[in-house]
């Protein structure tokens, strides 16, 4: 059963399926595996009727804890101040640094077909929604220092209280040690040493913390989303799912604190670029809200739900990544519709197929059916000058494309010439010599030029018009000629392209006219090295 069906099956009564983050930088595409495993199970709860609701939430009272995201004359001021009180970078028209980031994140979610409940933790806190929560904590302190010393090992002095406050003077919120609860006020200090990250201001004074002037730290904040929205299921990071771990300590508190069981754990693993966990930081090449620019939303969407959430990913976008991708979502789409499948699947294809689709009622059989012009193919058909690539990929087919079909042909362009612009190998790349051979014709075997005219030969008597039958006959010549497929390949590839690699060769020679094929073949064919030959040489 697929992983998500499993759960669901398990599942009593109403759910509340639910994500957040802490929006410290430029997010990366890896921060899409917790929502999108919300967005599966939400959807796998909500097919087997169960009552379910997604919901997704901003971490924005967190302090500021990274100066390398920060201009340097910021850097003093800004550290340890919440999120959404340090200001957007400059050139965003966003109101807090907070929503300027989180913002570009939660714009992908709905394009990619998730439409959670959002809830930014910075309102909760000043509409009075967490106070409830600040008072349990802090007249709990005890039990809390408690928990932490027993689940963590992490001590805290006996004046130590569960809450920071937001610095009257100074704003910061990492800096601030709460030391006494009277019921309905609290005294704090602001310390230069309290962190190492942050050098709070000194100030200190007695105060009400409710009403947005406070927060929870990390764990008892969890724990109290999980109380205020109802969670019943919460997928965590493998990094927080350790034991003693956040997840401990906030299972912990929930129980303990919030009189409250917490919610389902499904621990998830990390998406990691190129074998290195990728930090939220350190984003570059691969943050989410590109990625969702170049993939089409489906293509992301099974980028996270192909393997059980325990499954690390890699995905460096460099290299042939992208298109094993779209081959890989193709292979479960051919599945998924009854088509015969080479290599081993997944348990469960169609689900996985379905639950990547925008729409989760989708038919799945019937998408699944549609033409989708493999990846690599069109790629290299972009490329070739003067190619109509829709007429093109409907002789592929057999038939016209049809709405639906040209619409996910136009999705794979986008993604190509993206690919092709930022990640593509070198041998991807492709200049056809048109108006002579290259000059590397020159290098051909005289057994290499008879095996081009005689496809020449069979090309003209045969007519081929598509990419597979042009493929079917390179091969078919090759035999015949006794020739090994890897020089047939390379000499083709030296007569159009000028070089011993490419792409393959019968949907090259499928998308150039026909003409033109027959009449560099020849040329090719007959070329001898000579001094007028050379000069004719790359074009
Ligand atoms: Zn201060």
Avoid at 183 to 205: F, I, K, N
Avoid at 469 to 479: D, E, G, S, T
Wanted: hydrophobic share 40%; charged share 25%; with cysteine.
């Amino acid at each position: 059963m697929y992983w998500a069906d499993e759960l669901a099956a398990n599942a009593g009564g109403p759910q509340v399926v639910s994500d957040s983050k802490t929006p410290s930088g430029t997010i990366h595409v890896g921060s899409f595996r917790g929502p999108i495993l919300v967005d599966a199970i939400w959807r796998a709860l909500r097919e087997r009727g169960v009552d379910a609701q997604a919901t997704y939430g901003v971490d924005d009272m967190d302090p500021m804890d990274a100066q390398a995201l920060l201009t340097p004359d910021a850097v003093d001021r800004y550290m340890g101040v919440p999120l959404a009180h340090v200001p957007a970078p400059a050139g965003s028209g966003a109101s807090s640094y907070a929503r300027h980031f989180a913002g570009q994140f939660l714009d992908t979610f709905a394009g990619l077909g998730f439409h959670p409940y959002v809830f930014w933790m910075s309102e909760l806190y000043a509409s009075g929604a967490m106070d409830p929560f600040l008072r349990i904590a802090l007249d709990r302190a005890d039990r809390v220092r408690e928990i932490y010393e027993r689940v963590a090992n992490v001590h805290h002095p006996r004046e130590w209280h569960p809450i920071s406050l937001v610095c009257e003077s100074c704003g910061k919120v990492g800096t601030t040690i709460v030391l006494e609860w009277d019921g309905s006020q609290v005294r704090y200090e602001c310390r230069s040493d309290l962190v190492t990250w942050a050098h709070g201001c000194g100030h200190g004074g007695r105060v009400s913390p409710f009403g947005g002037r406070s927060k929870l730290p990390w764990n008892l904040e969890w724990a109290a989303q999980w109380s205020y929205l109802g969670v019943t299921i919460e997928p965590s990071g493998k990094d927080l799912s350790t034991k003693g771990g956040s997840r401990d300590r906030s299972d912990a508190i929930a129980r303990e604190v919030f009189d409250r069981e917490p919610p389902l754990n499904v621990p998830y693993e990390f998406l990691n670029i190129g074998g290195r966990k990728m930090s939220t930081s350190k984003g570059r090449g691969a943050t989410a809200h590109e990625m969702a620019e170049v993939l089409p939303p489906e293509l992301v969407r099974f980028l996270f739900l192909r393997h059980r959430p325990n499954h690390a990913l890699d995905f460096d976008p460099s290299g042939d990544t992208i298109p094993r991708l779209f081959d890989e979502y193709d292979r479960i789409a051919d599945a998924t519709a009854g088509r015969e499948v080479r290599g081993e699947l997944p348990p469960d294809p169609d689900r996985i197929f379905k639950v990547c689709q925008l729409d989760p009622d989708t038919d799945a059989a019937a998408e699944a059916s549609r033409y989708r012009p493999p990846f690599g193919h069109l790629a290299l058909l972009g490329q070739v000058p003067g190619v109509d690539v829709v007429e093109r990929f409907a002789a592929e087919k057999g038939e016209t494309l049809d709405a639906a079909e040209l619409s996910i042909l136009e999705a794979r362009r986008r993604a190509a010439r993206a690919w092709l612009e930022h990640w593509a190998p070198e041998r991807a790349r492709l200049v056809v010599h048109r108006s002579a051979p290259p000059a590397e014709v020159a290098a051909l075997s005289d057994e290499q030029r008879i095996y081009l005219g005689g496809l020449a030969l069979a090309a003209e008597r045969e007519g081929p018009a598509s990419g597979e039958a042009w493929q079917n006959l390179v091969f078919r010549v090759a035999q015949e000629a006794a020739m090994p497929a890897g020089r047939a390949f390379g000499a083709l590839y030296i007569a159009f392209l000028g070089r011993t690699n490419g792409p393959r060769a019968g949907w090259l020679l499928a998308a150039l006219p026909a003409e033109f094929v027959i009449g560099r073949l020849r040329k090719a064919a007959g070329w001898r090295a000579s001094p007028e030959g050379a000069a004719e040489g790359s074009a």
